[in-house]
């Protein structure tokens, strides 16, 4: 696989414009102050069991601070990962640039590779920057790394899925905003339908459990590495990937 | 090395190109050429494996464009219309990714890039952002990410334009610099180009081919027969008359006279160089020659005629089948 020269490319991309330096600043003001808030009222919680010891029985801290913390994440996620995603194909499409680089001595696959593994490497660094707030925890208490790492490899699969979509779905126009609005208006679709189960019946209500994406990051939050959560992302990513291929091969045929 | 037969494409009821054939020979350098619309763009985008014919097949460097797109890409340099670039790359990074990208090793790469920024003159503006350069810039950025990799084939779309006129002179001795060991198909609206340039002329209008050849073949096919127009002063005599008794001559009009000299438009058979007889008439005649000069033989006139359509294709092509 020659995926190397376009990741390289796309890294220079998000470094040289200020896409990088904007979702980073944004997603870190907003996670910590998800994070702010969520300590300080757990340690106001913490504070108050003094008084009624019956009460500190749950108080965990990855289940109180970290836990809330990842889902926090994980929904500002749906919307910042559309915008890392809907230049990726679109924006080569408008200027034109598309027309060089599928003429270029290199497959579909690895084109496809290259700026999907550049997406996701920029994701990556976004969240290791996160690992700031476990380890501010950390410094004041002791905590148990082993569901703060599942929480992460959580935030991770989640974040795999939604890059795909979003590649999926820029690959499919040539118009950035439509890309990023489509993509945004997928993962959300995917996140409540969820909520359906509650009032279908039968087989349905397993089904529309199963397709709903947060559900399946609350069992990596209590430290749980569920197969059927791994599945889930796993099919996700790879059928996503497979149709941006499809859609690509398509353009060779349409012209 | 570039061979195309019966090429058809359609954007849905549109036919862009009507069974286009044609074959360009290893190290020549044939210009493309057609008014806007004719067709050019899509016959290039064929060839440079960006989408597929209709009908038809192409073949370059000895592969299919269609089923061995891969093995004609890893031979081909394509300067698409208009030269899209990442306008937020500085040029260096920009035609790094490309020599990479083309499968130059590392250890050559450097040196590979910074050649083919001296060739285009862009090597000055190497750490400037591709978005921050000028159009003729830009467009020489363009022929250097399709030269870099040393390709066999070059398919450049309309390569000169938007620069000014010494960059054009620059480029197209550059683009001359080629032939011999690269085998380059370039369209263009401008016709001196092709006389500059090119090897050979194919001429295509509203998606088929009305002409194909050298220029000097093209000029003699369009133009069985030489003009010549000639102005003398102080004849008091029949010049017509006079001119059309010289053999070879096969036909004489007079043109309008103007501050006292007498024009003719002389036509002889293209073998036969009349215009030493023409001089001795004159001169035995005591006239005084003001002009003499050879009219309407250029490329541009055989362009007009075949794009207008005016007479006959030059060559014979195929009457039109109808949509199979």
């Known amino acids: 696989m020659r995926w190397r020269p376009v990741f390289k490319k796309e890294m ?6 200020p896409v990088a330096y904007v979702v980073f600043t944004f997603f870190l003001l907003i996670s910590g102050w998800f994070f702010s808030q969520i300590f300080l009222f757990y340690s106001d919680a913490s504070m108050r069991s003094f008084m009624q010891p019956q009460m500190g029985q749950n108080l965990n801290v990855v289940d109180n601070v970290m836990r809330p913390l990842f889902t926090n994440m994980s ?25 060089l680089l599928l003429t270029y001595p290199i497959r579909d696959g690895e084109v496809l590779a290259g700026k999907y593994l550049a997406a996701l490497a920029l994701y990556l660094i976004l969240l290791a920057l996160t690992l700031l707030y476990p380890g501010l ?12 790492l599942t929480g992460y ?16 779905i820029s690959s499919l126009t040539e118009n950035q905003i439509v890309a990023g609005f489509g993509t945004f208006g997928v993962l959300i679709g995917f996140w409540v339908i969820g909520w359906g189960a509650e009032f279908a019946g039968g087989n349905l209500r397993g089904v529309l459990q199963y397709l709903s994406i947060g559900d399946h990051l609350d069992g990596f939050t209590r430290g749980l590495i569920d197969t059927k959560d791994l599945v889930y992302y796993v099919t996700g990513v790879a059928l996503a990937l497979f149709l941006t291929l499809r859609s690509l091969d398509s353009k060779r045929w349409k012209g | 090395m570039i061979q195309v037969d019966n090429l058809t494409k359609r954007y849905g009821p549109v036919e862009a190109i009507h069974d286009v054939s044609f074959r360009v020979d290893e190290g020549r350098i044939v210009g493309f050429l057609g008014p ?8 290039m985008k064929i060839l440079a494996c960006f989408m597929p014919a209709s009908g038809g097949s192409a073949r370059v460097a000895g592969y299919d464009v269609f089923s061995q797109s891969l093995e004609v890409r890893r031979r081909i340099g394509y300067l698409p219309e208009n030269a899209p670039l990442y306008p937020e790359l500085s040029v260096a990074s920009y ?21 083919v920024m001296d060739r285009c003159f862009v090597g000055d503006m190497q750490n400037r952002l591709i978005g921050k350069l000028s159009k003729g810039y830009r467009q020489r950025v363009g022929l250097a990410q399709a030269l870099l990799g040393d390709p066999e084939v070059l398919i450049l779309d309309e390569p000169t334009i938007g620069l000014d006129p010494r960059q054009i002179a620059e480029i197209r001795t550059l683009i001359r610099s080629l032939a011999g060991q690269h085998t380059v198909i370039l369209s263009t609206h401008i016709l001196p180009e092709v006389s500059m340039v090119c090897d050979g002329v194919i001429i295509i209008n509203r998606g088929r081919i ?17 003009r010549i127009e000639l102005r003398v002063a102080g004849a008091t005599d029949d010049v017509a008359g006079a001119v059309a008794a010289i053999p070879g001559v096969t036909g004489v009009q007079p043109i309008a006279a103007r501050d006292g000299s007498v024009g003719v438009l002389v036509e002889a058979a293209r073998e036969r160089d009349v215009r030493p007889e023409l001089v001795r008439l004159v001169a035995g005649k005591g006239w005084t020659l003001q002009e003499m000069h050879q009219v309407g033989m250029s490329l541009e006139e055989v362009f007009m005629r075949a794009v207008a359509g005016e007479q006959e294709p030059l060559e014979a092509v195929p009457a039109a089948e109808e949509a199979r």
């Open chain 2, 210 to 226: 009305v002409a194909q050849g050298t220029e000097s073949e093209l000029v003699q096919q369009a133009f069985p027969s030489t």
């Open chain 1, 137 to 148: 925890v950390a410094y004041f208490t002791r905590v148990e790394w082993g569901p703060i």
């Open chain 2, 36 to 43: 806007n619309g004719a067709g050019k763009s899509t016959t």
């Open chain 1, 75 to 99: 929904v500002v996620l749906l919307f910042f990962i559309p915008m890392l995603t809907m230049r990726l194909f679109a924006e080569e499409k408008k200027a034109g640039t598309m027309e």
């Open chain 2, 95 to 115: 035609l790094d990714f490309v020599a990479e990208i083309k499968g130059v090793g590392r250890a050559a790469r450097r040196g590979r890039v910074a050649d």
């Open chain 1, 12 to 17: 220079r991309l998000y470094f040289g414009s």
């Open chain 1, 153 to 168: 490899l959580g935030l991770v699969l989640t974040g795999a899925v939604f890059l795909a979509v979003g590649v999926l």
